[in-house]
């Protein structure tokens, strides 16, 4: 297992696709992940420090778990199969439960645990990004600084 951090969220053009982008935090992979808007949204407003009027799921979810008296300790993402990626939440008394990727980072990011990805995702999915392609890595980090949490909302009807 490798230790991740997150970089940041970024949408992809032409799809219109939010990606997940996280690296590792003793080594050179990043490892890109597709993510639903509303995930995507999520995670940019924890990084961002916005807090919202009322709790979004993530932060429901995060006072449920401490209103029960549990600890989430740390989340894997543990699978990559057909191009989906799977992941588990990891609590205290080594309790698992099974979650996308997208809602595990927005969870750890609320809570601060660690996020670890298998080696075998790492070794099918992680990229390598050569240092004349670093200038691109500092780019995104502009980019999510830039960004707002409308950025990841669809057209309106």
Do not use: C
């Amino acid at each position: 297992m490798s230790e991740m951090r997150v970089v940041g969220v970024r949408v992809e053009l032409p799809a219109n696709q939010p990606i997940l982008l996280l690296r590792e935090t003793s080594g050179d992979r990043y490892l890109p992940i597709w993510i639903g808007s509303v995930e995507a949204t999520a995670i940019a407003l924890e990084q961002q420090g916005v807090k919202p009027a009322r709790p979004l799921t993530h932060d429901l979810l995060k006072d449920v778990i401490t209103g029960l008296g549990r600890r989430l300790e740390q989340v894997r993402i543990t699978d990559l199969q057909e191009g989906t990626f799977y992941a588990e939440l990891v609590f205290d008394g080594g309790v698992k439960v099974s979650a996308r990727p997208s809602d595990s980072v927005a969870l750890a990011l609320r809570i601060g645990v660690p996020i670890h990805a298998d080696e075998s995702v790492l070794a099918e999915a992680g990229l390598v990004i050569p240092d004349e392609q670093e200038d691109e890595v500092e780019k995104f980090r502009e980019f999510l600084d830039s960004i707002s949490p409308e950025d990841f909302r669809g057209a309106q009807p």
